[in-house]
C-alpha cells in the first residue's frame, strides 16, 4: 500500500500516524488467513462427523479415508491409541490403532487423522475467499481516498468484519479454538454498529455530526455491554448477543432504505439502488437464515460456509458501485487494474499451454523450448497493444456500459478548455484530445477571420457540427466524424459534445478576447516606446540647440560685448585727461558693460560649459560645484573614483554633468540641506553617480511613474535623461533623513 500519491499535499503528523496504523490493520487480514490456512494444514482430524465427546460417529462421507478404514455409521469409538475417546487429544497427522463398539461387538480399527484442511476444505476455502473480499474492499478505497470520513468508517468495518468471518466462517464449531472464537464473536459484535455508523454517512450522511454522535455513542456503548454479556451470562448472554446484532443489521438496512426514498434525484437513486441492493441480498438471509434461528432456538440454520458467498455480495456490490459510478473517484484505478489482470492471466495461459504439452512430450529437447519460448514472447510483443486495446474496451463494457467513461470525458475536457487561453491550445483539445477519449474518427476546428462572412457547410460524413458565436458573430466550426467503430453517435454522446461545445464557445471568447486584449498592450507598449524615443530625441535636440547658442552667443554678443569693453577702455585713455565728467561716464558704461558680459557667460556657460569641452567631466563638475556651493553658502563634497571619466561619450558626460545640475538646482529650491556629498564611482555594475544631502528630505512614491503626479518635476528630468543614456537611476528619501539621488550606467555605455 502506498502511503502518499504524486501530487498529494503533506499529511500533518496526526494523520500519518493515523494512516500507518490503518496501514498495519490492513495487514492483519491476510496475515490471520495464512495463519488459518497453515493451523488447518498441521492440525489432524478425523474425516467423519462425531457426537460430542461420546464417539458416536453420525455420519462417515463416501469415500474419505475415515470410509477406507471401515468406520461406519453407528459405531461408538471407545479408545484411540489405548486413551479412552472422552480423554483422546488428536495429537499428530497419521493412523492410529482404535477400539469401536458396532452392534454390541468390539472392533479394532486403523483410525486416519487427515490435515483439518483437507476435511473442512470447502469452509476453509470460502472463510479465507470471503474474509480478502472484505479486505480488498476496504484496502482499495483506505489506499486512494484516506480523508473521506465514510472511507474510514468503511475500511474499520470491512477489516473487523473480515476477522470475525474468517475466524467463524473457515472452523467447524466443534474444532474452533477458543482463542479464535473469542476473537470472531468480539468482531462480529463491534462489526454490527460499525455497518450502521456505516449507513449513516454513505453515501449520504443523515443528520449533523452532532446529532450522529448522540445516536452513535449509545449504540457503540449498548455493543460494548451486550459484548460483555456474552461472556458473563452464559447461555442469556449468548441470546442477547445474537438479538442486538440482529437489531443493528436491520437498523443499517432501514437506514439505506430510508436515504433511497428521501433522496429525490434519479441520479443518486441509481448510485444507491446498486449499493442497497448488495447489502439487502447479504443482509437479509443472514438474518432470516443465521441469526432468527439462533435467536429463536431453532435447530436448523444454514451452514456458515452457504453463508459466506451472500456475505460476499455486500462488498463486491460496493466496489462494483464505486467502479460503475465513480463513487469515490477510484473508477479508472479498478479498471485499469482489471485490465492487466486479464492481460497476466492470458499471458500466463499462452505460455503455460504449449509449453505443457512440449515438456510433456518431449521434456529433453531444450533447443525446441527455447524455441517456443522465443516465438511467444514474439507474439506477446507484437499483439500486445492490439489485444490491450480490446480487453480495455470490453472492459469498458462491463464499467460503463459504453465505449468510455462518460463523467471522466467531461471532466478532463473541460478542465482542458477552462484552462485554454490560445487557439492553438483549443484547437488540439477539440480536434485530438476530445476525438481520442470519445474514440471518434475524426474532428476539425477551424476559427474564422472576424470579417469573414462565409461560413463552411455541413460536411455530409460529419456526424455533428457546432457554430461558434462571440460578440453575436459566427466565428468558429466545430466538425466531428462518426465512432471509430463505424456507429452512428448515441444520444449520451451528443448530449456530452452539445455540453462540451458550450464550453468550448467560452474557451474560444476567451481565447480571442486575450488576443485582442494582447494587441491592445502591443498597441500600448508601441506607443509608450515611441514616446520615450521621441522624448530622447527632443531632449538630444535640446542639449544640440543648447550648444548651438552657447556657440552662436560665445562667437557673437560676447565677442561684440568684448570689443566693445575694449573700446571704452581706450576711450577712457584717450579723452579721461580733457573731460573728467566724460571719464566717469564712460566708466559706468564699461562696469556695466563688464556686468553684461560675466551674465552672458554665466548664461552659456549654463547652455553648454565650456570646461566640459575644453578640460573634460572632472573639471567642468568640479568648477559647477565650487560655484554652487559659493552661491548657496552650502558645504559641498565632490568625491570622483572613477577612471577616464573624460573619455566618457560626449552624450554621456553631457547628461551626467545636468544631472548634477538639477540635483543642485533641487536641493537649492527644497532641501534646506547643510552639506551635499557627490559621488562618482566605478564599480563592478558600472559607473555610478551619487548626489546625498542632509537636507528635510520627503516621503517619495511608490513608483517613480508618479513622481510627476507628486510635483517632483525635477526628479523626472533627471530619470528621462539617465533613461537617455541608458542607465538606471532611483530616489531614497525619508521626511528628516536628507535625500539621496542614484544613477548606474553600466559598462560599455
Known sequence: MTIAR????????????????????????????????????????????????????????????????????????????????????????????????????????????????????AALFVGVIVALIFWGGGALLIWRRFRHEGVGVFFLLSQTFAIGALFMLAFPSTVRPWRLAMVSIISLHLAAPMLLHHAMLFPLPIGSPRQRRRVLIPVYLLALAVLSGVFLLGQTGMRLGVIYPTIEVSAALGVMIYVYVRSGQPDARRRLRLILASNMAAGVPSILFYLLPGILGLPFRLPGWIMGPFLAIAPLGYLYAIARHNLFGIDRLLNHTLVYVILSLGVFLLYLGPFALIYSLLPQDRLLQIMVAAGLTMVVGFSFDWVRSRVQRMVDRIFYGGWYDYASVIETISDALARTLDRERLTQVLTQQTPALMHLRSARFTILPADDAEIPVDDDAAAMQFRLRFQDQVRAVWTLGRRSDGDDLTPTDRRILKTLARQAEIALSNALLIETLQQQLQDIRSSRALLAKTQQQLLRSREDERARLARELHDGPIQELVGLNLQLGMLIEQEGRKSPGLKNALGDMRSEVKTLLQDMRRVCAELRPHLLDALGLTAALQALVEDWSTQHSVATRLQIAADELDALPDEVAVNLYRIVQEALSNIARHARASQVIIRLTQGDAGLTLEIQDDGRGFTPPDSLHHLADSGHFGLVGIGERAKLIGGAWGVISAPGAGTTVWVTLPDGT
Open 6 to 121: 504524486m501530487g498529494d499535499d503533506p499529511l500533518p503528523k496526526r494523520q500519518q500516524i493515523i494512516r500507518w496504523g490503518f496501514l498495519l490493520l490492513a495487514l492483519a487480514v491476510p496475515l490471520l488467513a495464512g495463519y488459518v490456512v497453515y493451523l488447518q494444514l498441521h492440525t489432524p482430524a478425523l474425516e467423519a462427523l462425531l457426537e460430542g465427546r461420546s464417539g458416536r460417529v453420525l455420519k462417515v462421507p463416501q469415500d474419505s479415508y475415515a470410509d477406507w478404514a471401515g468406520l461406519r455409521e453407528g459405531d461408538i469409538i471407545l479408545s484411540v491409541d489405548g486413551v479412552p475417546f472422552a480423554q483422546w487429544q488428536r495429537p499428530s497427522i497419521g493412523n492410529f490403532p482404535a477400539e469401536i463398539l458396532r452392534d454390541g461387538r468390539r472392533l479394532t480399527l486403523e483410525l486416519p487423522l487427515a490435515p483439518l484442511a483437507r476435511v473442512n476444505g
